[in-house]
C-alpha cells in the first residue's frame, strides 16, 4: 500500500502579508479615485447665478401674467354670452307662455314715479317670480305684488309668503321659474348696493335682479362669501311707440314715446354710478338719452335713426369693469361705440 507523500508547508512572512494588504488598500482608493472623478461634483449656485435665475423668473412671471389674465377674460366673456343667451331662450318660453314680453316698466304703488321698479328687476320677476317660486300670471307688475296697478287694499298680494293661507292658491297659478337659479345669480339692489347709497323713494331695494357672471362687489352672509355681478339691463321694445326713429331727449316725459324707454334703468343705472363712484358712460346725470341712443342704433340704417331689434328686446350687461356703456358690455345686440 502506498503512502501518498505531502510537501513541506512554508508560512508567509507577516511582512509580506501586510505589503500585500497596503497594495490593495492602495488599489480600492485608486479605483474610488478614478470613479469619483468620472463625475462632477454638483456644487451650489454663485451669487450671480441666483440673481440671474431669479431675473429670468421674473421675466417669464410678467410674460405670462397678462396671457393668463385674457385668458381668464375670455373665458368669463364666453360664460356672460351663453348666460344672455339662455336668458334670451327663457323670455321667448314666456312669450309663449303669456302671449308678451315682460315689460321692462314696473309700478311701485307707493311713490308716483314708477320708474323705481325697474326693468332689471320686472325681468327677474318674470323669470323667477317676486319670491323665487315662479312667475304669477295675474302680476300687473306691481313692487306690492298685487295683482293689479291701481293702489286697493281689498285685492290679495299675489306672491304669498310660506305660512300665507292662499299659497296654494297662489303656486297654482305659477308659471316657471323659467331660468335655473344654480347657473343664474339673482339677487335683490339691497344685497347688492351698500344701503346708504340710496332712499327708499330712489329706487326698490328689495326686490331681484339677475346678476352677470362678473365680480362687482363681494358680500358675506354668515360664513359663505358671495361674488356678486352687475344687474343687466332689460328695455321691451315699444313698436306702438309715437316716435318710431331714436330721438333723444332731456326731458323725462318724452322717453315713453321713444321704441326703447330709457328711463325704464334709469334709477338703477344713477345708483350704480353712486356706488362705486364711476362714470357709466350709458347714464347722464341731466337724463339725457342721447348716448343711449347712440348705444342701441341700427348701424344698418343711416344716422342711427332707428334702434336694434326694434320690435323685441335688449339685454346689456356691463361687461368685466362693471360700467354701461363700455367697450366691453356684452348684449344680445352688437352696441354702437367709437
Not at 508560512?11 to 472623478?37: D, W, Y
Not at 300670471?137 to 298685487?146: A, C, I, R, T
Not at 335713426?305 to 335688449?314: A, G, I, Y
Not at 348684449?331 to 354702437?336: A, E, Q, V
Request: proline share 5%; glycine share 8%.
Amino acid at each position: 500500500m502506498k503512502t501518498e507523500k505531502f510537501r513541506a508547508f512554508t508560512p508567509t512572512p507577516i511582512c509580506v502579508v501586510g505589503e500585500q494588504v497596503n497594495n490593495m488598500q492602495k488599489q480600492v482608493h485608486r479605483q474610488i479615485s478614478n470613479f469619483l472623478a468620472s463625475y462632477k461634483l454638483v456644487r451650489g449656485f454663485t451669487l450671480p447665478e441666483l440673481l440671474t435665475a431669479i431675473a429670468i423668473i421674473a421675466i417669464l412671471i410678467g410674460v405670462l401674467m397678462p396671457a393668463l389674465s385674457q385668458v381668464k377674460r375670455i373665458a368669463k366673456e364666453t360664460k356672460q354670452k351663453a348666460q344672455i343667451g339662455s336668458i334670451e331662450m327663457a323670455i321667448m318660453i314666456y312669450k309663449q307662455d303669456t302671449g308678451a314680453y315682460p315689460p321692462s316698466e314696473g309700478y311701485n304703488l307707493g311713490i308716483s314715479n314708477n320708474y323705481s321698479y325697474c326693468g332689471a328687476q320686472t325681468l327677474a320677476e318674470a323669470m323667477f317670480g317676486q319670491d323665487l317660486l315662479g312667475f304669477h300670471v295675474e302680476s300687473g307688475y306691481v313692487n306690492e305684488g298685487k295683482d293689479n296697478t291701481v293702489p286697493d287694499t281689498s285685492k290679495l298680494y299675489i306672491y304669498t309668503g310660506i305660512q300665507d293661507a292662499n299659497r296654494d292658491v297662489s303656486l297654482s297659478k305659477r308659471k316657471g321659474p323659467y331660468l335655473d337659479r344654480t347657473n343664474i345669480s339673482v339677487f335683490t339692489l339691497g344685497q347688492i348696493f351698500n344701503k346708504d347709497t340710496y332712499t327708499s323713494n330712489f329706487i326698490v331695494s328689495d326686490r331681484y335682479v339677475i346678476c352677470d357672471v362678473f365680480t362687482a362687489v363681494n358680500r358675506s352672509s354668515g360664513v359663505k362669501n358671495y361674488k356678486i355681478g352687475t344687474p343687466i339691463l332689460y328695455f321691451r321694445a315699444n313698436p306702438s311707440a309715437v316716435n318710431t326713429e331714436l330721438i333723444p331727449s332731456t326731458n323725462v316725459n318724452d322717453h315713453p314715446k321713444n321704441i326703447y324707454n330709457y328711463m325704464d334703468n334709469y334709477r338703477l343705472m344713477a345708483l350704480k354710478s353712486v356706488a362705486d363712484g364711476k362714470d357709466h358712460p350709458l347714464w347722464s346725470s341731466t337724463i339725457d338719452s342721447g348716448k343711449f341712443c347712440g348705444f342701441i342704433g341700427d348701424p344698418q340704417i343711416s344716422n342711427l335713426t332707428r334702434p336694434v331689434r326694434p320690435d323685441s328686446f335688449l339685454l346689456i350687461s356691463a361687461g368685466n369693469d362693471g360700467l354701461y356703456g363700455t367697450k366691453d358690455d356684452i348684449c344680445n345686440f352688437d352696441p354702437n361705440l367709437p
